[in-house]
């Protein structure tokens, strides 16, 4: 589903790597057969985000964006339509919005969180306000940093708040770019997850800021298991 819909898209200067991380007989028959501009590596990985890190090292483009399993670009024309803005030179990550689809229902208040909108500013020491798969990076963001393997399930959200505390520029479109799937670890609403955003956090910041950031995850996560259930 995912490479047919990078297939239909009317912008074609793309280079897509798929990282497969060793996989049934069947997929990677599947793979071999894929012609250019797709390749692929299949070997074991650690992780998610160690597999994202070796497609940063194999990949050549200017623009680099990830997408998991089962997740799709909103529509045929998106990349082209986000191509065809002009973008400042300064920019190093642009951002669109995102819609979940499936049968999970992650979110703690209502349906209309499904849309996502991005922003770049405080309030991402809040909540990761830039969405995965509704992000690109430009490559040379990665040249002294690239997702850290500490963090099994946000290493994203963690390089997220390091570009900005870096400053980097952000260019926002108001438009949609990625229907995601809405069963990923990181909308499983586990502790383990809320541990990990206080880490990351923790790893950005001052240890004089801890108890606001546990109290935060804290209500977070009670929040969300009193809407949906400690199951």
């Keep these: 589903m995912t490479i047919q819909n990078i297939k239909n898209q009317t912008f074609k200067e793309v280079e897509v790597w798929v990282l497969d991380g060793g996989s049934s007989e069947e997929t990677q028959t599947y793979l071999q057969e894929l012609k250019p501009p ?3 590596q299949s070997e074991k990985d650690d992780g998610i985000y160690d597999a994202m890190n070796k497609g940063i090292g194999l990949s050549k483009g200017e623009w680099l964006y990830f997408l998991g399993s089962g997740d799709v670009l909103y529509n045929d024309g998106v990349l082209e339509t986000l191509f065809s803005n002009s973008i400042p030179k300064e920019v190093s990550l642009i951002a669109g919005k995102i819609i979940y ?5 992650p979110f703690i208040y209502s349906k209309l969180k499904r849309m996502q909108k991005p922003s770049w500013s405080f309030s991402i020491w809040i909540r990761n306000s830039l969405h995965h798969q509704g992000t690109l990076y430009k490559k040379s963001l990665f040249l002294n940093n690239t997702f850290n393997l500490t963090y099994k399930i946000l290493s ?29 670890v990181s909308k499983s609403g586990s502790w383990q997850l809320y541990k990990e955003e206080i880490k990351l956090k923790m790893n950005h910041s001052s240890m004089v800021l801890f108890p606001f950031f546990f109290c935060l995850a804290f209500v977070k996560f009670l929040t969300r298991k009193l809407i949906h259930g400690f199951a």
């Excluded at 689809?101 to 229902?105: A, I, K, P, S, Y």
Aim: with cysteine.
């Design 156 to 184: 994203d959200y963690w390089f997220n708040i390091l570009l900005f505390k870096n400053k980097e520029h952000c260019f926002i479109v108001d438009f949609m770019l990625a229907k995601c799937n809405s069963n990923g």
């Design 38 to 40: 797709f390749f692929y």
């Design 101 to 105: 689809e499936g049968d999970t229902n």
